[in-house]
């Protein structure tokens, strides 16, 4: 089973990714543009990084033309100030 994490090299994604690999027997993919936000020393060496935009993916770069993906998780949380009156 494989799961594709997006956002995977932020502190919400990372967490989970983490999470993941403790309590879930699977493949992990983790789609990252490493932005601001995201680091890759966050996610263990042996988990797969595509250093990618969402939005510019191919099929082939997550394998999703072979069907064996689980689950898509989302951790790509931006964050904005906002101002409180």
Same mark, same amino acid.
């Given at each position: 089973?494989?799961?594709?994490?997006?956002?995977? %090299?932020?502190? &919400?994604?990372?967490?989970? !990714?983490?999470?993941?690999?403790?309590?879930?027997?699977?493949?992990?993919? !983790? &789609?990252?543009?490493?932005?601001?936000?995201?680091?890759?020393?966050?996610?263990? +060496?042996? &988990?797969?990084? &595509?250093?990618?935009d969402i939005c510019d993916i191919e099929l082939n770069d997550i394998g999703? %033309?072979?069907?064996?993906?689980?689950? !898509? +998780?989302?951790?790509?949380?931006?964050a904005y100030k906002r101002s409180v009156k």
């Amino acid at each position: 089973m494989r799961i594709i994490v997006t956002g995977g %090299c932020g502190f &919400i994604g990372s967490s989970f !990714v983490n999470y993941l690999r403790k309590n879930v027997e699977c493949e992990i993919v !983790v &789609i990252d543009k490493l932005t601001y936000a995201g680091n890759a020393f966050r996610i263990p +060496a042996d &988990i797969q990084l &595509i250093k990618k935009d969402i939005c510019d993916i191919e099929l082939n770069d997550i394998g999703l %033309c072979r069907g064996d993906i689980r689950s !898509v +998780a989302r951790g790509d949380l931006k964050a904005y100030k906002r101002s409180v009156k």
